[in-house]
């Protein structure tokens, strides 16, 4: 078709003659050279087709711009393509490019999941051994599970988030890589911790200076991105209903919960919903990166499926901003198992919490780090300031899991309190969160 023809001559022309927008560096680390397919995912607005620009950046020091090409999928020139259409695209480039053919040729492609049946072409590509390719697209429209079937081995997966702490930093230009110990620049840190808790780590809410705009940005965050696109991308006609879902886990962050208590809510307050809908909403926001939520270490499957879950939210932003509870105590759990999570997927080890069997008073852990192999870390989250301010319940629980799970990688994450104590011929480690967050020892 001509008219496609053109649309990619004019998107290409403009990719070789324009100057690459500038992009921070991200808390995360991708080949510059695989052979597989690198793929990048995550939530819309966490900063995806930035990365893109910031890899490009990375390549550029290295390889001549005419050997690498870059499309955004979401171009409005490119909004009729269809896959028929993608053919067009490498003789093109070719011919604009005059790339040198001695030298890698890397193709970017975002939110290429507008191209239905996408992956035909890409396999396509891939299987020439001719390119270096990179792909992006949102979760709400492009799932990992798709991903791994649609390219069926060929591909290496990252996922973007909001900011880190560490990233949410370094946007602003703060430094922190000297920071040790007490200094004075401490209660600056803990301030701008402070904000990261309210706010929350979109790069666009980071960068907007106005507080009021900010929590406007994630305001239409929540109602286009995550409503809207999970009702339309899980084909959800219960719209009402999902909102009302979502806003009631969001309100409940870093608290237990079940289904079966949930469904008794919604049917007293009137909602005709089955039990089975409401636990696939619960996977389908899993899924699109909005929320998750942590099994109890069991190492029997159906006793981690008889026990309550614990929910935390992608952002903290994202809770502000839709009027909830700003509790401190819940906003550094959801803020540290957000940093675990992704700690986990770089470093390949799992999440759980722990609670005693058959107490229900039971002592409980709020973290337990693990492998395939044994338990790695238990972790403890509490808002203290001072030793004298400790729960004996968070130390009793920690000595009870150390003799549980035989592990001595004890710590306490608090608000601003470092030290240690030694019990029961336990070593218990304390780091305030905001020097866990940014790995500082």
Not at 96 to 109: G, S
Not at 181 to 196: A, H, M, P, Q
Not at 227 to 242: G, K, Y
Not at 355 to 373: M, N, Q, R, T
Request: with cysteine; proline share 2%; hydrophobic share 40%.
């Amino acid at each position: 078709m001509e008219g496609s023809k053109l649309a990619f001559r004019k998107v290409i022309s403009e990719w070789l003659t324009r100057d690459l927008p500038y992009a921070r560096k991200r808390d995360i680390n991708i080949p510059l050279k695989s052979e597989k397919i690198i793929t990048v995912i995550g939530p819309r607005r966490s900063g995806k087709t930035y990365f893109l620009y910031f890899v490009i950046n990375e390549l550029l020091k290295t390889e001549p711009k005419n050997n690498i090409l870059y499309i955004n999928f979401e171009d409005d020139r490119l909004i009729n393509i269809k896959i028929s259409d993608l053919d067009d695209i490498i003789p093109i480039f070719y011919e604009m490019a005059n790339p040198d053919k001695e030298k890698n040729i890397y193709l970017f492609f975002d939110e290429i999941q507008n191209i239905e049946n996408w992956e035909k072409y890409i396999r396509r590509l891939y299987d020439t051994k001719q390119f270096r390719i990179y792909l992006s697209g949102s979760s709400s429209k492009l799932l990992s599970r798709e991903i791994s079937t649609s390219l069926r081995g060929r591909n290496l997966e990252y996922v973007i988030m909001p900011l880190n702490f560490r990233e949410y930093l370094e946007f602003n230009g703060k430094e922190y890589s000297y920071l040790t110990g007490f200094t004075d620049n401490k209660g600056y840190i803990i301030s701008e911790l402070r904000n990261y808790l309210e706010y929350g780590g979109y790069p666009e809410v980071v960068i907007e200076k106005n507080n009021d705009n900010k929590l406007r940005i994630l305001r239409s965050y929540y109602n286009t991105i995550f409503s809207m696109d999970m009702a339309e991308h899980f084909n959800i006609s219960e719209v009402n209903v999902l909102d009302a879902f979502l806003k009631y886990i969001i309100s409940i962050y870093s608290k237990y919960f079940s289904i079966s208590k949930i469904y008794g809510i919604f049917k007293s307050a009137g909602y005709k919903i089955s039990k089975n809908k409401l636990l696939e909403f619960l996977y389908d926001s899993e899924e699109v990166f909005f929320m998750f939520y942590l099994k109890i270490y069991r190492r029997s499957e159906n006793k981690k499926l008889s026990y309550q879950k614990k929910i935390y939210v992608i952002d903290s932003g994202i809770i502000n901003s839709l009027k909830n509870e700003m509790s401190i105590p819940r906003l550094m759990e959801n803020i540290v198992f957000l940093d675990l999570n992704k700690r986990g997927m770089e470093n390949n080890f799992s999440i759980a919490y722990w609670k005693e069997y058959g107490k229900a008073d039971g002592k409980e852990i709020d973290f337990v780090l693990y492998d395939s192999l044994k338990i790695i870390q238990l972790i403890q989250v509490t808002y203290i300031s001072d030793i004298s301010d400790i729960n004996s319940r968070e130390i009793s629980a920690l000595l009870a899991g150390a003799r549980y799970f035989k592990c001595h990688d004890l710590l306490i994450i608090t608000w601003d309190y470092e030290g240690y104590i030694e019990k029961n011929g336990e070593k218990i480690i304390f780091i305030p969160l905001w020097k866990w967050l940014l790995n500082l020892k």
